[in-house]
Structures are given as C-alpha cells and as structure tokens.
C-alpha cells in the first residue's frame, strides 16, 4: 500500500465527469448515461447463454478447466453459525484441498465475515497463495449507515484481508438514486486501501436483466476492481445469461477506458459441469485474458468437491465417491 | 380407417425420474421370436453415473425409514404389480417366449416375492443380528445395517422374477439399487419402473439403466461410491467377471458372485424359495458394547 493515500473517490468523480462528459457528477447525469446503455435482449441473452452451455470440453481441455476452475474458487462460508472451527477447517481445506493428491491446485481465497477475517490469516499464514476475501458493509442486505459500512470495511482491511466483498444498496438502486450507489461504492473502495474491491450486485433482486447492465457500468464507473452477482443468500443466484450481461459489460469497459475488471459469479454453481460452462462464456463473451483467477472467481463452496471428485476421475481412471474427499468446509471445533 | 400404432420408446429410471439416456443411444428390443417390440435407452457409463448419484442421494433416507415402513413399501409394490399384472404377463410372454400359463405364474412368483420379502424388512434383524455372550457385565450386541448403495447385474434370462429376486433383497434392508437390466429382455424391468414410480418407493432407491451390462459393469465395479455389486446377470454372458471382481476390490466393495455349476457362471432357479442369504449378502455388522447394571 501507498504510503500517500490517494483520495480515489476523487479519482473515481473526476473520471466519471469525464467519461459522462459533465461538469459536475449528478444523479440525473448518471442516470441519462446508465439509461443511455443499449438494453438487453433478453431472449437473445438467455439463448446464446444457453447455446454456450451446450459446448463439449473433453479429455485434456477437461481437465485443464477443471484445474482452472478450482485456482478460481473463493471458498465460501457465511453462515451466522460459523465458529473459529469452521474458519480454521476451511482455510486448511484451502491449504490441501486434495490430501490424497497433493497436485490438486489451491482455491484463489477464502471468503469469510470480516470478524472471522484474524482466524482465517492465523491459519493461512501470509504466503500460501490464498487470500482472504472479506465480506463487508452490512453484509448481505447492505442497510446500514455509511459510517458502519466504511467501519466494517477497514476493520477487515486492518484484520488482514486482501479482498472486500461489498453489498450495494440495492433499494437505493431500484429507486434510481445511481450517485448514492456510486458514492458508496467509491468511499468503501478508499477505505479498502490496497485490497481489492469486489461489487455484489445481487442480481437477483434487481429484476431486469437491463439493471444488471446499468448496476455493471454503475459498479466500474464507481472503482469496483470486481463486478460480483450475488450474496448467495438471494434465489436466483449466478445464472449464465446474467454472468454473460456482466462479462459483455467488463469488455466493454476494457475497450472504452483500457481497465480491466474481474467477474464472479457466486451461489448456486455446484457442478464441474455448471462450473466449465461458465468458463467458456468468459472465454467466448470476455475473452481469454480473463481465464485467471486474477480476473474471474467463483463464489462457492460445494463446487469445490464437486471438482475435486471429478478430478480424481480423470486422474485414476475410475470414479470417486464423497468417502475419498473432506468436506467442503470441514469443522475443526 | 387403420389406427396409427404407437411405436414406444422406453428411457430410464434414475432418481425417480425417466431421463434419456445421456448418450442419446436406443436400441431395438425384439421378442423371443426376434420380431421387434420397443426401442430402450442404450444405458451409457455416465447413466450409471448420475444413477449413482441418485441412489446415494436416497440411501439415508431410506435407511432411516422404520422397517415396518419399508416392508409396507415394498407391500405396495406388490400392489401395484398386481393391478398391472395383464401387462406384465404379456411381456414376459413375449420376451422369454413363454405360455401363457408360465409367464402367469412366473409373475405371481415376482408379485409373491414382493411380499415375501416385505415380511422380512422388521425380521432378518431378529435372526442375522443378536446379543453375543461375553465374558464381562456388558451387553454385547450385533445388529445389521444397509451397506449402501449396491449396483446390480441384473439376470439376463429371468427378466421378472429374476429381476424382483435380486432387486428386493438389496432395497429391503436400507440400501438403494443401481440395476443395469437384462440387455435382450428390459421390458419387464421397464414396466416393474412404471410400476415403482407410482409406488410408494423413494425415487431415488431403486434406478433401472436398461442397456448393455459389459459396457456398465467394469464402470459400476469400479466406483468407489459404491458399496456393493451383484454380478448374477454375468451368468450366460461372455463378461470377464473376475475382472469385475478385481475393480470391486479396490475400494473393498462386497461382491455377490454368480452361481457357479461345473465352473461357468448360471442362472439360478428363480422359483426355489430365496432364503435370508441374499438379504445378508448386503448388510455390514455393528456391534456395540452397553454396561448391563444391575
């Protein structure tokens, strides 16, 4: 981190007045611009979505996206019953996630509430490869003051995160107040500091596939390194054409400002096969300079098992069953 | 004016649903005299598969039903049969060619072996479990349990009877049947599906994979989610059933061998009553130790 702090909100204004080409960043300026992105079709979305999921990946390309996809996964537990135990025994299943395997590849994160975020690094140590992902600001409904948003953020920046899940304000949204959303988001990304800031749109709530769109392009503008879709505790979840609006949106982003934003997709891929759809969407829609767990995660964490299951198939030649894999978020109490 | 007949294409029972197979294959299925009956699904390994994941989904559940519930399920199956019985006395007629009179009997026998083996479901405890006698203030006390979910080479010949007489004795204790059914005769067992879905059998406890039993069983054996496998359908086939033998023992699955006569897999006579020796076949041990007291 930057021993000067850059005020990036100002940042994050400044570049917004000039891509919207105003003066002064307004709600109703936000709101032509965000109005002003072509809608999306929604038969088309959801039939090449689907067209996407009908690709066949075989033999070594399987097992290639299989290996990708678990270096993606932020291993996920948010449960209001979560124990030191559980964080410990899912920070050492993000360790060895294969004991019987050791070439198995390490999840990119673990992703854990901001008080459990000391006992997460206590495990992980600082060199293991895995960061830790924190959810933050009020998480998962996001009602909640400012002032508690941003403390939230920097306690779980100063317990150690790399990563910062946070919610928008999603009435905030829906009522078409973009400059609110827009400053939250830029206020939490300078209380992140130097970890990484991934925007939770929660998809699900946002009723038309054009929100998504406009809440893709809200979250960007505003500094989000991440575009996210949900909290995993709203049905429906990740779905394929709404991860396709959001992969369109990043490279839209990437060929108007030259940035580049990750995607993840999280709750509801608990398949190898959901898992490796979504994988060649981000190659056919983003492109191959996403296919790093740099720039697109999962948020999951049965998948993990799931892929482990089916990487142990490929690797014996016959096929596993759960008694040869640990739990997904296995509990040390 | 001719009426258009109804040319059937039958799929699979997994999970209690009656998916395609995964391949997308059929194949023909004629009568004994090789005039064509139907199309069944060419059951593919990953059928096998997912039917796996089916029966592993179920197990629990079932194996925690009361057995005074099972055997009431299994009682219902019966049921069932037995109201569809035209149906079935006719495919067993045209699939293994027999009379009239001895396909109807052989499915009352399957219809009776149903509810032999309900009867049992609260009762093989009693005789295969038991207090052990120690020397120490201590119950000793063994009690059998369901091994798991059990993959079954179902006869190729016996394609009711044959196929109720080794389904049965699995699901009647708690364990859930993968069944890869008779290659050349899968009506009846497609039939006794329709039947079971309509039953009150957990979808999910027993899933039909009609198709060809050499290109599943080498996969089934080898899975190391299941616990058990039953390999009486090699009887009369060119399978190399050792080799089945030797995946199994990968993951120490128990195996149900074929009956040998004169050193080559046979089929058994189905009509001989069953005994507990296939019931026993599927079952693990738990023994516990509880201080006696006074």
Same mark, same amino acid.
């Given at each position: 981190?930057?021993?000067?702090?850059?005020?990036?909100?100002?940042?994050?204004? @400044?570049?917004?007045?000039?891509?919207?080409?105003?003066?002064?960043?307004?709600?109703? *300026?936000?709101?032509?611009?965000?109005?002003?992105?072509?809608?999306?079709?929604?038969?088309?979305?959801?039939?090449?979505?689907?067209?996407?999921?009908?690709?066949?990946?075989?033999?070594?390309?399987?097992?290639?996206?299989?290996?990708?996809?678990?270096?993606?996964?932020?291993?996920?537990?948010?449960?209001?019953?979560?124990?030191?135990?559980?964080?410990?025994?899912?920070?050492?299943?993000?360790?060895?996630?294969?004991?019987?395997?050791?070439?198995?590849?390490?999840?990119?994160?673990?992703?854990?509430?901001?008080?459990?975020?000391?006992?997460?690094?206590?495990?992980?140590?600082?060199?293991? !490869?895995?960061?830790?992902? *924190?959810?933050?600001?009020?998480?998962?409904?996001?009602?909640?003051?400012?002032?508690? =948003?941003?403390? &939230?953020?920097?306690? *779980?920046?100063?317990?150690?995160?790399?990563?910062? &899940?946070?919610?928008?304000?999603?009435?905030?949204?829906?009522?078409?107040?973009?400059?609110?959303?827009?400053?939250?988001? *830029?206020?939490?990304?300078?209380?992140?500091?130097?970890?990484?800031?991934?925007?939770?749109?929660?998809?699900?709530?946002?009723?038309?596939?054009?929100?998504?769109?406009?809440?893709?392009?809200?979250?960007?503008?505003?500094?989000?390194?991440?575009?996210?879709?949900?909290?995993?505790?709203?049905?429906?979840?990740?779905?394929?054409?709404?991860?396709?609006?959001?992969?369109?949106?990043?490279?839209?982003?990437?060929?108007?400002?030259?940035?580049?934003?990750?995607?993840?997709?999280?709750?509801?891929?608990?398949?190898?096969?959901? #898992?490796?759809?979504?994988?060649? #969407?981000?190659?056919?829609?983003?492109?191959?300079?996403?296919?790093?767990?740099?720039?697109?995660?999962?948020?999951?964490?049965?998948?993990?098992?799931?892929?482990?299951?089916?990487?142990?198939?490929?690797?014996?030649?016959?096929?596993?069953?759960?008694? %040869?894999?640990?739990?997904?978020?296995?509990?040390?109490? | 004016?001719?009426?258009?007949?109804?040319?059937?294409?039958?799929?699979?029972?997994?999970?209690? @649903?009656?998916?395609?197979?995964?391949?997308?294959?059929?194949?023909?299925?004629?009568?004994?005299?090789?005039?064509?009956?139907?199309?069944?699904?060419?059951?593919?390994?990953?059928?096998?598969?997912?039917?796996?994941? #089916?029966?592993?989904?179920?197990?629990?559940? $079932?194996?925690?039903?009361?057995? %005074?519930?099972?055997?009431?399920?299994?009682?219902?199956?019966?049921?069932?049969?037995?109201?569809?019985?035209?149906?079935?006395?006719?495919?067993?007629?045209?699939?293994?060619?027999?009379?009239?009179?001895?396909?109807? @009997?052989?499915?009352?026998?399957?219809?009776?072996?149903? +509810?032999?083996?309900?009867?049992?479901?609260?009762?093989?405890?009693?005789?295969?479990?038991?207090?052990?006698?120690?020397?120490?203030?201590?119950?000793?006390?063994?009690?059998?349990?369901?091994? !798991?979910? /059990?993959?079954?080479? #179902?006869?190729?010949?016996?394609?009711?009877?044959?196929? /109720?007489? +080794?389904?049965?004795? /699995?699901?009647?204790? !708690?364990?859930?049947?993968?069944?890869?059914?008779?290659?050349?005769?899968?009506?009846?067992?497609?039939?006794?599906?329709?039947?079971?879905?309509?039953?009150?059998?957990?979808?999910?406890?027993?899933?039909?994979?009609?198709?060809?039993?050499?290109?599943?069983?080498? $996969?089934?054996?080898?899975?190391?989610?299941?616990? @058990?496998?039953?390999?009486?359908?090699?009887?009369?086939?060119?399978?190399?059933?050792?080799?089945?033998?030797?995946?199994?023992?990968?993951?120490?699955?128990?195996?149900?061998?074929?009956?040998?006569?004169?050193?080559?897999?046979?089929?058994?006579?189905?009509?001989?009553?069953?005994?507990?020796?296939?019931?026993?076949?599927?079952?693990?041990? =738990?023994?516990? $130790?509880?201080?006696?007291? =006074?």
């Amino acid at each position: 981190m930057s021993s000067t702090p850059v005020d990036t909100a100002v940042d994050a204004t @400044a570049r917004a007045r000039d891509l919207l080409g105003v003066s002064r960043l307004t709600n109703s *300026a936000l709101t032509a611009w965000l109005h002003g992105l072509p809608g999306v079709d929604q038969v088309g979305c959801e039939a090449r979505a689907a067209a996407l999921g009908t690709r066949s990946i075989k033999t070594d390309s399987k097992k290639w996206a299989i290996d990708l996809a678990i270096s993606m996964i932020d291993l996920t537990t948010l449960e209001g019953a979560d124990t030191p135990g559980k964080v410990r025994g899912l920070c050492a299943k993000a360790l060895t996630p294969d004991a019987s395997d050791l070439t198995a590849p390490r999840p990119a994160a673990v992703c854990v509430y901001g008080d459990m975020v000391a006992t997460a690094r206590a495990t992980l140590g600082t060199d293991s !490869g895995v960061n830790i992902a *924190a959810v933050a600001t009020a998480f998962p409904s996001g009602r909640a003051s400012m002032a508690v =948003k941003l403390a &939230d953020t920097r306690e *779980a920046v100063a317990a150690g995160a790399d990563e910062i &899940d946070m919610v928008i304000d999603r009435g905030a949204f829906i009522a078409g107040d973009y400059l609110r959303v827009f400053d939250e988001i *830029a206020e939490v990304k300078k209380a992140c500091g130097s970890a990484r800031l991934k925007v939770i749109m929660e998809t699900g709530e946002l009723v038309t596939y054009d929100n998504v769109r406009r809440a893709s392009w809200l979250s960007m503008l505003a500094g989000g390194d991440f575009i996210k879709t949900s909290t995993g505790k709203v049905s429906p979840a990740a779905t394929l054409p709404v991860t396709v609006i959001m992969l369109e949106a990043v490279r839209d982003w990437l060929d108007l400002t030259g940035e580049m934003v990750g995607v993840k997709p999280a709750g509801g891929i608990k398949t190898s096969k959901d #898992a490796i759809k979504f994988l060649v #969407a981000v190659n056919e829609v983003a492109g191959e300079a996403w296919l790093d767990n740099h720039w697109f995660r999962f948020g999951a964490s049965s998948l993990l098992n799931d892929l482990l299951l089916q990487r142990q198939r490929m690797t014996l030649g016959y096929y596993s069953g759960a008694d %040869y894999i640990t739990d997904d978020a296995p509990s040390l109490y | 004016m001719s009426r258009v007949e109804v040319k059937k294409t039958y799929k699979l029972y997994v999970g209690g @649903a009656f998916p395609r197979s995964e391949s997308g294959r059929s194949y023909e299925v004629t009568d004994s005299k090789g005039r064509f009956l139907a199309n069944a699904a060419l059951g593919s390994r990953k059928d096998a598969r997912d039917a796996v994941v #089916a029966a592993r989904k179920a197990q629990a559940g $079932w194996a925690g039903a009361t057995a %005074y519930n099972r055997g009431q399920v299994l009682y219902r199956v019966a049921e069932v049969m037995e109201s569809r019985k035209a149906q079935f006395v006719e495919e067993v007629r045209a699939a293994e060619g027999l009379n009239p009179t001895r396909a109807a @009997a052989a499915v009352d026998a399957a219809i009776d072996r149903w +509810v032999w083996y309900a009867g049992w479901s609260d009762k093989f405890t009693q005789v295969l479990g038991g207090l052990n006698p120690v020397a120490g203030p201590y119950f000793n006390i063994s009690a059998p349990e369901p091994t !798991g979910v /059990v993959a079954v080479l #179902a006869p190729q010949s016996s394609s009711l009877l044959g196929l /109720v007489s +080794v389904v049965a004795p /699995v699901i009647v204790s !708690g364990n859930t049947a993968v069944v890869v059914t008779s290659f050349n005769r899968p009506i009846p067992a497609i039939t006794l599906a329709e039947a079971l879905a309509t039953s009150d059998v957990p979808g999910g406890v027993v899933n039909l994979v009609t198709g060809n039993p050499a290109e599943m069983a080498p $996969w089934l054996a080898s899975h190391r989610d299941v616990n @058990a496998i039953d390999l009486t359908g090699v009887a009369d086939t060119d399978i190399a059933w050792a080799e089945l033998e030797r995946a199994a023992a990968n993951n120490l699955k128990r195996v149900r061998r074929p009956l040998i006569v004169d050193g080559s897999a046979v089929e058994p006579d189905w009509t001989l009553s069953p005994g507990l020796n296939r019931i026993e076949s599927y079952l693990e041990t =738990k023994t516990v $130790w509880h201080p006696k007291g =006074k």
